[in-house]
């Protein structure tokens, strides 16, 4: 097998993403400091974790559409830029309304990215590759979530919750510059893709669209709108675990900080594992009915979910939690892969902004609906986990209306550069 060039672009893109999650779910880990320095209830912890989600689920739908419009590259390199100069001033923060603002702040920065890091997965694989790309992509965002609270442990017992933000913004700036050193916006403008390789690309991969268009063709698409239905609530769940998932084993199972990091890292790694295997899965076996995997990987979460709750000890919810990780993340791939698949390759970035909005939406929703059953229950996360079950069974309902038409998979054609 010869090396293709686009696996490099993979794997940058792989570090980009590692360390916008690695960026993000920090704050999921130190909450619980910071909430003892600044003195912050359940409730406003909440609202202090849900800030950043305000700014990022803004930021999905334009961010998409400028990747349409003027290509990925320089959308991704401003907004990793962006996003690691918020995350050292996190940690320059010394009252609420700061945080709250820098946090916001934080998440606009950050939304552009996934949208555009799609639509250069969109246009740098063939339509046959796609899934388990962007399952091996998706996959990243977990790891980041697994190294995210080992990382925290380790520099808030030297140095405090605020140099644990101050540590990323070297990272970021190198990230930054090697993605616009090296990804351009579509094959056909790399001067290191062999013209073998460049026989495997769609001949339409590098032109441009209009905003309108783009966005035209996304909304008229039905099955984009019952992605981001079904992505609605199965985010609410996913964040819902990610970013109460420290506090609750700190305090529900009265775990201590080295137990806590450890099996919140292994609950995550599981997550990380189902991104590729649901596009492995996707790509050989459901590339015309994408909405099965969906399901089953939702119904398998809710019922462990649901076993967690009842867990006897800390240990056996946790082993629960894995598979609920591992079974939520793969139906996650299915349906990140879908907006690539369902429309044309020039309106990938606006499509899946669409998707990614309504996912970003239920993570800026899910921390303060937990936040505030927790106020009402006296933090009792076993009711959590019962409403969390529940979630996961509604976001079937429009996982089964999605459908795939022919074009979906159309067969690669050639393309010459130009």
Not at 108 to 133: D, H, M, N, Y
Not at 278 to 290: C, E, H, T, V
């Given at each position: 097998m010869i090396w293709k060039y686009r696996y490099k672009i993979l794997g940058i893109l792989f570090s980009a993403w590692l360390l916008c999650y690695v960026d993000r779910m920090v704050m999921a880990t130190a909450i619980a400091f910071i909430a003892q320095d600044l003195h912050l209830p359940p409730l406003v912890m909440g609202g202090v974790l849900s800030a950043f989600f305000a700014g990022y689920a803004l930021m999905q739908i334009?961010?998409?559409?400028?990747?349409?419009?003027?290509?990925p590259r320089a959308v991704l390199t401003a907004s990793i830029g962006w996003w690691s100069v918020l995350t050292a001033l996190t940690g320059?923060?010394?009252?609420?309304?700061?945080?709250?603002?820098?946090?916001?702040?934080?998440?606009?920065?950050?939304?552009?990215?996934?949208?555009?890091?799609?639509?250069?997965?969109?246009?740098?694989?063939?339509?046959?590759?796609?899934?388990?790309?962007?399952?091996?992509?998706?996959?990243?965002?977990?790891?980041?979530?697994?190294?995210?609270?080992?990382?925290?442990?380790?520099?808030?017992?030297?140095?405090?919750?605020?140099s644990v933000f101050y540590s990323l913004f070297a990272p970021g700036v190198a990230v930054a510059c090697v993605v616009w050193l090296y990804?351009?916006?579509?094959?056909?403008?790399?001067?290191?893709?062999?013209?073998?390789?460049?026989?495997?690309?769609?001949?339409?991969?590098?032109?441009?669209i209009s905003v309108r268009s783009a966005l035209r063709e996304s909304l008229r698409t039905s099955a984009v709108l019952w992605c981001a239905l079904s992505m609605f609530f199965s985010n609410i769940v996913a964040w819902g675990l990610m970013n109460w998932l420290p506090t609750y084993l700190l305090q529900a199972r009265g775990f201590g900080m080295e137990k806590m990091g450890a099996f919140a890292a292994l609950?995550?790694?599981?997550?990380?594992?189902?991104?590729?295997?649901?596009?492995?899965?996707?790509?050989?076996?459901?590339?015309?009915?994408?909405?099965?995997?969906?399901?089953?990987?939702?119904?398998?979460s809710g019922v462990f979910t649901y076993l967690a709750a009842l867990a006897p000890s800390g240990e056996r919810a946790c082993i629960y939690l894995l598979l609920v990780f591992f079974s939520i993340n793969a139906a996650s791939t299915a349906i990140n892969t879908l907006p690539m698949l369902l429309v044309s390759k020039h309106a990938v970035g606006g499509a899946y902004g669409i998707v990614n909005t309504a996912g970003q939406l239920a993570g800026l929703l899910s921390p303060l609906l937990i936040g505030c059953v927790l106020n009402i229950t006296h933090s009792n996360f076993e009711v959590v986990f019962y409403c969390l079950v529940g979630l996961c069974f509604m976001a079937l309902y429009p996982a089964l209306q999605i459908k795939q038409s022919a074009s979906s998979s159309t067969p690669e054609l050639s393309a010459s550069r130009p």
């Open positions: 334009p961010g998409g559409l400028l990747a349409d419009r003027f290509g320059m923060v010394h009252g609420l309304t700061a945080m709250l603002a820098v946090r916001v702040l934080f998440g606009v920065g950050e939304g552009p990215f996934p949208p555009s890091a799609a639509k250069t997965i969109a246009s740098w694989f063939p339509r046959r590759e796609v899934a388990r790309a962007n399952g091996l992509l998706l996959a990243s965002t977990s790891i980041g979530a697994t190294v995210a609270p080992l990382f925290v442990v380790v520099l808030i017992k030297s140095w405090g919750w605020r990804v351009k916006n579509s094959p056909m403008q790399s001067a290191h893709v062999t013209p073998q390789e460049l026989a495997d690309y769609e001949a339409d991969t590098a032109r441009p609950t995550n790694l599981a997550g990380a594992l189902g991104y590729p295997a649901g596009g492995y899965i996707a790509d050989r076996y459901f590339k015309q009915k994408l909405r099965i995997p969906i399901v089953l990987g939702l119904a398998i």
